[in-house]
Nanobody, 125 residues
Framework: VQLQASGGGLVQAGGSLRLSCSASGRTISRYVMGWFRQAPGKEREFVSAIFRSASNTYYSDHVKGRFTISRDNAKNTVYLQMNSLKPEDTAVYYC???????????????????WGQGTLVTVSS
């Protein structure tokens, strides 16, 4: 599976962006898909994940209520809608996928087999 993240950019605080993660090589409809982010000098951290059932979603406390993850299996794509962005959301955002994760594993980036290249989100104050 090849993952391609896109949609990052520069936005003012309070603004919105939608990230996309397009997959090729294999259908990801049964995959757990996650978004992680990494700010300069910090470790990669979990942002959100979605299970094969699109209603089964999880968020970090930092983004809950502001970000929404979704998937379009027909397009083999996962999205991250980011609203009410804050300067502390500035980071490189990565999408990741794996076919065999359980709930207890989704927070750990080492559990995901497939990664996109990252897209930079910069939120100005």
């Amino acid at each position: 599976v090849q993952l391609q993240a896109s949609g990052g950019g520069l936005v003012q605080a309070g603004g919105s962006l939608r990230l996309s993660c397009s997959a090729s090589g294999r259908t990801i409809s049964r995959y757990v898909m996650g978004w992680f982010r990494q700010a300069p000098g910090k470790e990669r951290e979990f942002v959100s994940a979605i299970f094969r059932s699109a209603s089964n979603t999880y968020y970090s406390d930092h983004v809950k209520g502001r970000f929404t993850i979704s998937r379009d299996n027909a397009k083999n794509t996962v999205y991250l809608q980011m609203n009410s962005l804050k300067p502390e959301d500035t980071a490189v955002y990565y999408c990741a996928g794996d076919g065999n994760l359980i709930l207890s594993q989704i927070l750990n980036p080492s559990q995901y087999d497939y990664w996109g290249q990252g897209t930079l989100v910069t939120v100005s104050s």
